[in-house]
């Protein structure tokens, strides 16, 4: 994931001053945790969410 996020960040996606691990952390963190702590499903809409949240946090201005 993290070689995702820097090929995005040299593509121009993301803004430069992301660390990949900090992406990495935005992506997986809330779905680990609703998953091990929250007992809530983990659906696909909430992947969605999670996603579309951290591409609109990391979009350069």
Same mark, same amino acid.
């Given at each position: 994931m993290r070689a995702l996020i @820097?090929?995005?960040m040299a593509a121009?996606?993301?803004r430069q001053d992301? =660390? =990949? *691990?900090?992406?990495?952390? *935005? /992506?997986?963190g809330p779905v680990v945790l609703r998953d091990l702590f =929250?007992?809530?499903?983990v659906t696909p809409e909430y992947v969605e969410r999670t996603v579309d949240r951290f /591409?609109?946090?990391? @979009?350069?201005e």
């Open positions: @820097r090929a995005g121009g996606l993301f992301i =660390a =990949a *691990q900090d992406g990495v952390d *935005q /992506l997986a =929250a007992a809530k499903p /591409l609109h946090e990391s @979009r350069p």
